[in-house]
């Protein structure tokens, strides 16, 4: 399985909770970020989202574990890799860093179909998008 970085930033201390780590919202919305830059690396970028193909990934299942806190000021990195390709969906796992000490913090499993837009039903997977998801996941 190949791992790419699709999401990295600094901790703002308004997405930390009462506790003083990042709060759990804040840990889906970065897999969410990684997902539209993981699909522009498989061709689904904005233009294809908003005109062109018209598809877009959309998450129906998710499970996760938080594994070390995350705190105001740390630059956090997701990585995503492609586990599985299905004829209309894909299996994604993200995890997320605290980049300084490379410490694991996050991980998910995102099941996706791939959304057609005018008829929001899933839809088969491309074969473009197919191919560079299985470059990815062959890495």
Do not use: W
Not at 41 to 50: D, P
Not at 80 to 98: C, D, P, Q, W
Request: aromatic share 8%.
């Amino acid at each position: 399985m190949s791992f790419v970085e699709t999401y990295r930033k600094a901790v703002d201390p308004s997405e930390c909770d009462i506790l003083g780590h990042m709060n759990v919202s804040r840990y889906f919305a970065a897999c969410s970020d990684a997902m539209f830059s993981l699909q522009t690396t498989l061709g689904l970028g904005l233009s294809n989202i908003t005109g062109g193909k018209r598809m877009s990934f959309a998450v129906v299942h998710t499970e996760a574990d938080f594994r070390s806190e995350v705190l105001a000021g740390e630059v956090i990195a997701m990585r995503t890799a492609v586990e599985e390709i299905g004829n209309k969906s894909m299996l994604f796992r993200h995890r997320l860093y605290r980049a300084e000490q490379e410490v694991l913090s996050f991980e998910a499993l995102f099941r996706c179909v791939l959304l057609d837009l005018e008829t929001r039903k899933a839809a088969p997977i491309p074969d473009d998008i197919r191919e560079k998801a299985e470059r990815l996941r062959a890495g």
